[in-house]
Nanobody
Framework: QVQLVESGGGLVQAGGSLRLSCAAS????????MAWIRQAPGKEREIVAT????????YYADSVKGRFTISRDIAKNTVYLHMNSLKPEDTAVYYC?????????????WGQGTQVTVSS
């Protein structure tokens, strides 16, 4: 098992930047494929960014491509989501999630979420 704790959310003006962190404990992150997933009120969950277990491949939703970057620091056992040029539509609770296999359909481990609010 792995425990995930997100931090770094907050209130930011449109055009600003934030960096979300997801600190893992219990297992090393190199054993997991990781994702940042967000949910806004009244909307479905959206997978924002993912990275494979190897860290060699990433995916971004079209809505954030070119603005967000997922990265990980194995030494710190932490995954990050760097968010630039934020828009009001980026407002959501952001969750860090992990799965043991790149080919699992579902993410088995979730953090508690961190709120990001972008004001216009």
């Amino acid at each position: 098992q792995v425990q995930l704790v997100e931090s770094g959310g907050g209130l930011v003006q449109a055009g600003g930047s934030l960096r979300l962190s997801c600190a893992a404990s219990g297992r090393t992150l190199s054993r997991f494929a990781m994702a940042w997933i967000r949910q806004a009120p009244g909307k479905e969950r959206e997978i924002v960014a993912t990275t494979r277990k190897s860290g060699s491949s990433t995916y971004y939703a079209d809505s954030v491509k070119g603005r967000f970057t997922i990265s990980r620091d194995i030494a710190k056992n932490t995954v990050y989501l760097h968010m630039n040029s934020l828009k009001p539509e980026d407002t959501a609770v952001y969750y860090c999630a992990a799965k043991s296999s790149d080919y699992d359909l579902q993410y088995s481990y979730w953090g508690q979420g961190t709120q990001v609010t972008v004001s216009s």
